[in-house]
């Protein structure tokens, strides 16, 4: 077999490959990424994604994934039928192997471009000066208990009913109110909130394993209209943060954390409160089960009794909807993205949801500091 050698297609793939490297020394320069990736580009190319994917009453975003996996899907297909039948194997499978990585590197610039350079960003560190550190056994439990008793007030407020389920324009509203609240005291978190969807891919939801998710190519946040209604407000302030630009899990969840709280909605509150009780009993429980087992008992019976009867109850009602939902495919897609954000210089990957533990430690020392 001859190798037939398409010069054209090397000359186009090794300016792919120098557009990548430049690229990725782009995002090495916090200057690039700080004064005109963050402060000039991204805010104007947001909104433009977000004003031009809410003309659509469906996800845009979803529609052009599916799409995507079908094309490539087809493409692969055939050219897996044509490779079996080429009399020049070795010419097509270099052809296939330059168009993949061609596409790779198209993909790459593209990712970066639309949303990659945020997680270089100083982000919320440089926008409050805050400096997340290791913690203790008494932070943690401190933050724990503030978070009981502030989920417990919150309850209490909403009533013994049941919790609602709320529509998308409700979602929207209230955590506009919250970012605009917020924003008086944070000016970074000013925004128009749009853009809001709900998933297409909600029936598949549990086996790709995701509860909401920002989509960086057409600026869509997305939510599921399945989940226990109490999940959603706080859920759609997290994704709101990713709008805003913040790549980071734990700092979106942080920055929803800052809207939530301005929020005078007791629903969003405490939709808020319950989310960052499961990041914080995480990291309370792990770190005393790494040293006294007699300890780590404790201080669960301690959170249980400090714990109102109505907040276990819907904690139980959202741990009993996930348990009758399991299945044996959720640990593997957790997986790909465990290793996508550990490519994205979330080095704790998917635990780093539980890094906004830190934040919150941080956050309150220093308010402690300047009372």
């Given at each position: 077999m001859q190798l037939i050698i398409d010069e054209k297609n090397i000359k186009k793939t090794f300016l792919l490959l120098l557009g990548g490297i430049l690229t990725y020394l782009a995002g090495q320069s916090s200057w690039f990424v700080e004064n005109c990736y963050v402060a000039k580009f991204y805010p104007l190319w947001s909104n433009f994604l977000k004003k031009g994917s809410n003309f659509f009453p469906f996800s845009l975003?979803?529609?052009?994934?599916?799409?995507f996996i079908i094309y490539i899907s087809i493409h692969f297909l055939k050219w897996f039928i044509y490779f079996l039948h080429s009399n020049q194997r070795i010419t097509f499978f270099w052809s296939g192997l330059h168009k993949m990585l061609q596409f790779g590197l198209i993909g790459y610039m593209l990712f970066q471009l639309f949303w990659g350079f945020n997680y270089k960003r100083g982000g919320i560190a440089l926008a409050l000066g805050l400096n997340p550190t290791v913690y203790n056994q008494k932070q943690i439990t401190e933050l724990t208990n503030e978070l009981i008793d502030s989920a417990n007030y919150y309850r209490r407020q909403i009533g013994s009913d049941g919790l609602p389920v709320f529509t998308k324009k409700q979602l929207m509203d209230d955590a506009q109110?919250?970012?605009?609240?917020?924003?008086i005291q944070f000016p970074f978190l000013k925004t128009t909130i749009q853009s809001v969807k709900f998933s297409l891919f909600e029936p598949i939801a549990?086996?790709?394993g995701f509860s909401g998710y920002y989509n960086p190519f057409t600026g869509e946040a997305h939510l599921r209209n399945d989940l226990p209604g109490i999940l959603n407000p706080?859920?759609?302030c997290h994704e709101v943060a990713h709008q805003l630009g913040y790549a980071s899990?734990?700092?979106?969840?942080?920055?929803g954390f800052l809207a939530a709280k301005s929020s005078s909605n007791s629903y969003l509150k405490y939709?808020?409160?319950?989310?960052l009780l499961n990041y914080s009993f995480n990291e309370q429980y792990l770190l005393y089960a790494k040293e006294n087992y007699g300890a780590f008992e404790q201080v669960v019976k301690n959170n249980r009794n400090r714990?109102?009867?109505l907040v276990k109850k819907d904690r139980k009602d959202i741990r009993d909807f996930f348990y009758k939902r399991r299945n044996d495919f959720s640990p593997i897609s957790n997986n790909l993205y465990d290793q996508f954000l550990k490519m994205n210089h979330q080095m704790a990957g998917i635990d780093s949801y539980n890094e906004v533990v830190a934040w919150l430690i941080s956050y309150q020392k220093r308010k402690n500091e300047n009372n």
């Open positions: 975003g979803d529609f052009i994934y599916s799409a109110m919250a970012y605009d609240k917020a924003s549990d086996y790709i706080f859920i759609i899990e734990s700092e979106a969840s942080f920055i939709s808020m409160y319950l989310d714990m109102d009867t």
